[in-house]
């Protein structure tokens, strides 16, 4: 792979920039491809973290059908995100199916499956979701799954949307407005570009609905490595800027197209786009950030919201199996 040095910051640090288009090969037959000859060799990866591995565990035939991995902060999320597809795609499911919970393997990630659809918690920030995106590429690639699509279905702090706005991301940016995935590695940074599928992008928009009761927008979306300061809050513990400047970082965000700000889009977008997998995020906004910083909305209404990037996520996989019933009657 080659790895091209960018530019010098500093005296000492120099950055390497890995992951760009021409990295990323999909694969031909559908099947994930890891960028790592080193796992290829290995008699035996172990999944810490999900609590598999590939001796114990026959990760083909338990995970080799799975299509749409969708993921989300919180264990208690997904785990009721698997329930509604096991009740609303029940008719397209094989009889019988329902969910399989995982996630007492692991002990740290919520995992349940049912059917195609695989429903990870991610918890919070960069670091967790990483570490849970690492390894669930992994698995599918162990497992064999074909032409797999990742989900990142969660929450956010919208900018001058309405709250419970939902917003689905064609591109993501860091705290400095910076579009790619930058991690120190064996002492240099190395950054990768974030990128998401245009089309899902579209076809996801596509599925919103007149009758629906919220508004759905397609935007970039800032990935913030903090809640409070970080995302220009002024209502943590420690705030070292004034109303006008929280105010003014808002207007810039907004002047570059960010509709939203959550904790995780960079990393998740550069990480799928380098492995050559599909991926989208939908995220819904609580609240209006020009509004201000605490998030006061009722806990119905939090639930509700909540509900809806589930929904808008839920039709895409309805729509795809029901052409892939088609294509096969
Ligand atoms: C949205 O909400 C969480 C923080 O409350 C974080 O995981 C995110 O991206
Ligand atoms: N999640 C975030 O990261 N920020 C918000 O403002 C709301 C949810």
């Known amino acids: 792979m080659s790895v091209d040095v960018l530019q010098s910051r500093g005296d000492e640090m120099s950055v390497t920039v890995c992951g760009q288009d021409e990295n990323v090969e999909r694969c031909q037959d559908g099947l994930v491809k890891l960028k790592n000859a080193e796992v290829e060799q290995m008699s035996k990866d ?41 009740k609303e795609l029940a008719d397209l499911l094989d009889r019988g199916t329902t969910v399989i919970d995982y996630s007492k393997r692991s002990h ?38 074909k ?14 949307v309405e709250p419970g706005t939902v917003v689905i991301t064609n591109g993501a940016v860091d705290e400095l407005m910076r579009p790619f995935f930058e991690i120190p590695i064996c002492g240099k940074l190395v950054r990768r570009p974030s990128e998401f599928d245009q089309n899902l992008a579209i076809e996801l928009k596509a599925l919103a609905l007149p009758e629906d009761n919220f508004q759905t927008k397609v935007g970039k979306t800032m990935c913030a490595t903090d809640f409070y300061e970080g995302q220009g809050r002024r209502d943590g513990a420690f705030c070292c800027f004034t109303e006008a400047e929280r105010i003014g970082y808002l207007d810039k965000l907004k002047n570059h197209g960010v509709l939203n700000i959550e904790m995780e889009c960079v990393c998740f977008g ?30 119905d209404v939090l639930q509700e919201f909540e509900k809806r990037p589930q929904a808008l996520v839920l039709r895409y996989i309805r729509k795809c199996l029901q052409e892939k019933n088609q294509n096969s009657s």
């Open 46 to 86: 172990i999944l810490y973290h999900l609590g598999f591995d590939t001796n114990s565990d026959d990760l083909e035939k338990l995970f080799g059908d799975v299509k749409f991995v969708c993921t989300g902060g919180t264990d208690f999320r997904m785990r009721e995100f698997a329930y509604y597809i096991e």
């Open 270 to 299: 550069a990480l799928t786009h380098f492995a050559g997998i599909k991926s989208g995020i939908v995220c819904v906004a609580l609240l209006n950030r020009y509004n201000g910083d605490q998030i006061s909305v009722p806990k």
């Open 108 to 145: 740290r990630y919520g995992m349940y499956k049912v059917g195609p659809v695989l429903s990870v918690s991610h918890g919070i920030g960069v670091p967790s979701l990483s570490i849970l995106l690492v390894e669930i590429i992994k698995l599918l690639y162990h497992a064999k799954a």
């Open 147 to 160: 032409n797999p699509v990742i989900f990142r279905i969660g929450s956010s702090g919208g900018i001058d």
